[in-house]
């Protein structure tokens, strides 16, 4: 089974700080890894995505995170924050070969960016 | 956006009622999964469809079920409802291929309140 812990559930922060949001795994199988964005009243969107190759993945809105299969991590990074970046984030996995089946989430973050 | 719509978008009812939320997938994609995201929480896998038949099933009990049809939309049913069942429900979207499947994507929700 797997599971995902996310270390923070509140990250404050000021405008144009950098900013890391931290993402741990369990899993006794290899697996994909995912963080999403949910704005207020609204539906998960994709962030990024690690499947395999590099370990350091960029997504949109100028996010990046990097997979460290000996810490079991995957943790989201972007170097200035804006306001609009004020959202909950999710971490999420699946297991290696099932991309896009059972999707298994933390808890979340809630990013909140102060001018 | 991704493509995926819900609906409605909120929906109020009692306990012991039955409820049904529709979900469109995005075009081209052909398997949809259902997650319930109470509040304050991350989402939980509750099933996924692929050719009209589940595959795949969170621990969630009997009363869920759902419905693929041969265009790929779907229905999510719950009978018997309870508090707790109080949640935003989410659809999300992905293509199954040969080897593996896309990445999942979200709609925005359907948010379900029982009195």
């Known amino acids: 089974a797997q599971s995902v812990t996310q270390l923070d559930s509140q990250v404050p922060v000021f405008e144009e700080a950098p900013v890391e949001l931290r993402c741990n795994y369990s899993?006794?199988?290899?697996?994909?890894l995912f963080w999403y964005v949910q704005y207020p009243n609204q539906g998960l969107q994709l962030l990024l995505k690690?499947?395999?190759?590099?370990?350091l993945v960029k997504g949109i809105n100028g996010f990046e995170a990097e997979f460290n299969k000996s810490q079991t991590s995957f943790h989201l990074r972007k170097p200035s924050v804006h306001i609009s970046d004020t959202a909950e984030y999710f971490c999420a996995v699946s297991r290696w070969g099932n991309q896009g089946g059972k999707l298994i989430f933390g808890q979340g973050t809630e990013l909140s960016v102060k001018p | 956006e991704t493509g995926v719509t819900q609906s409605p978008t909120h929906l109020i009812k009692t306990r012991g009622q039955q409820v049904t939320l529709r979900c469109s997938s995005q075009s081209g994609h052909n398997t949809v999964s259902w997650y319930q995201q109470a509040l304050g929480q991350g989402p939980q896998f509750i099933f996924q469809y692929y050719r009209e038949e589940e595959n795949g099933r969170g621990n969630f009990p009997p009363r869920f079920s759902g419905l693929q049809f041969p265009n790929y939309s779907s229905e999510l049913n719950v009978n018997a409802l309870e508090l707790d069942d109080s949640a935003l429900y989410l659809c999300?979207?992905?293509?199954?291929?040969?080897?593996?499947?896309?990445?999942?994507?979200f709609g925005p929700g359907t948010r379900l309140t029982v009195l």
């Open positions: 690690y499947l395999s190759g590099s370990t």
């Open positions: 999300a979207s992905s293509l199954r291929v040969a080897g593996g499947t896309d990445t999942q994507y």
């Open positions: 899993s006794s199988v290899s697996v994909y």
